[in-house]
Every structure is written in structure tokens, then in C-alpha cells.
């Protein structure tokens, strides 16, 4: 019988990191990573995101355009994209190995079947904890450098200035989800070698005396 404690921390796990895995894809196609407004036109601002720029207006609305080539982006925005992409796919590999190494799918039975659903487990759990690391360390190296360009005092005081865009917190929540749908999924397979019960025969032998002096050998299963 599967523990119910093991149990709850694998659906707890596969919850949140299913949640953490669709934060990281909405934060991948967000455009708003730089949000830059200026003073002159306080209804416009330029959202600027890894696939595609977008002009957000009161009265017009939203137009974007997509970014005609990759070598149009600079360093950072680069390489957060291909963090992002690198986590996305991560974390989904680690929610498809955990899917099978569940204890409510009987898919693998026995002691060495239990041994390959725990492998299974811990593989889920260090690719989740890879997305989240990879999502944590993209949002975080393109808020420094917003930070570092936001006070720098080369440039001049009335040239806008990029600030944190909304699927920076989004990219932020999903890399601190699949790092505790990670620990769930370590923790449920610590100590789940299931033992199957089974019935140990003991064999006796006790000798009988007889009357007559002969001895009768009698065996008794236990």
C-alpha cells in the first residue's frame, strides 16, 4: 500500500510544477521584459520582450512587431531567450519522467520495478530544478541590467530609461515553483523502497523416541 504521505508530496509536486512550467512559457512569450515610458508621452509606452516590440497607447491600443532577426537583439535579451527555451523544455521532460514514476501509476512492479520508478523520480526532480535555476537565472540577469542601465550616470538625465516588465515576476514565481515542485519530488522518493511482504518458511526438525527406542524424524513448516 502506498504511503499517503509520499503520495500527497507527488501530487503536490506535479501540481506546482505543472503551474511553474506554464508561468515559465507565459513569461517566454510575454513582451513586456523592458518596459520603457517617457515624460513627454505619458499615455505610450514600449514594451520589449524576447520575440517581439510593442507600442501600448490608450487610444490605439497595442501594436507589435516581431523581431525581424535575432542578430537585431542585443547580448542579454539573447541570451535570456536562450535560457528560457532551454528551461522550458527541461522542466517539461522532468513533468513526463515523473508522470510514470508516480506510486498511483502501476506501471512498474517489484522490488527492482520500485527501484526504477525512484530513479525515474529523482531525474524528474534535477530536471525541474534545472528549468527553475535556468528561468531564475534569465529574469534575474535582465533585471540586473535594467538596474545597471537605469543608474547610469552616463547617461543623460532626460533619455528614458527601461524598468522591470511584468513577465520578469512571472519568469520570477515560475523559477521558485519548479524549485519546490522539485524538492517534493526528491523529498516523496526518499526512503520509498516499497517492500513487497512475504511469508518465511522455517523448517524444524524435532526427533521423536518411540517405545520401542527407534527415533522418527518429524519436519514442521513455520
Not at 501540481?15 to 521584459?33: E, K
Not at 510514470?100 to 520500485?114: D, L, T, V
Not at 541590467?145 to 538625465?157: A, G, L, N, R, S
Amino acid at each position: 500500500m502506498a504511503n499517503p504521505c509520499r503520495t500527497a508530496m507527488e501530487l503536490l509536486g506535479m501540481f506546482i510544477g505543472t503551474g511553474g512550467w506554464f508561468c515559465s512559457l507565459a513569461a517566454t512569450l510575454m513582451p513586456q521584459w523592458r518596459s520603457l515610458s517617457t515624460e513627454l508621452l505619458a499615455t505610450e509606452s514600449i514594451e520589449q520582450g524576447l520575440w517581439e516590440d510593442c507600442v501600448m497607447q490608450e487610444v490605439v491600443g497595442i501594436e507589435c512587431r516581431p523581431h525581424d532577426t535575432i542578430l537585431g537583439l542585443d547580448n542579454t535579451l539573447t541570451l535570456a531567450r536562450f535560457l528560457m527555451c532551454l528551461s522550458n523544455a527541461a522542466s517539461l521532460l522532468g513533468l513526463l519522467l515523473a508522470i510514470p514514476a508516480m506510486s498511483q501509476i502501476n506501471c512498474c512492479k517489484g522490488e527492482e520495478g520500485q527501484s526504477i520508478k525512484r530513479g525515474l523520480k529523482i531525474t524528474a526532480a534535477v530536471f525541474l530544478c534545472i528549468g527553475g535555476v535556468l528561468v531564475l537565472t534569465s529574469v534575474s540577469y535582465v533585471a540586473y541590467d535594467i538596474v545597471q542601465k537605469f543608474f547610469d550616470e552616463t547617461i543623460p538625465h532626460g533619455v528614458p530609461r527601461s524598468e522591470f516588465g511584468d513577465a520578469l515576476f512571472v519568469g520570477w514565481a515560475a523559477g521558485f515553483l519548479e524549485t519546490v515542485a522539485a524538492a517534493l519530488l526528491f523529498a516523496s522518493s526518499v526512503g520509498s523502497r516499497d517492500r513487497e511482504p512475504r511469508l518465511v518458511y522455517h523448517h524444524q526438525r524435532q526427533e521423536i523416541s518411540t517405545v520401542d527406542g527407534s527415533i522418527r524424524k518429524r519436519t514442521e513448516y513455520v
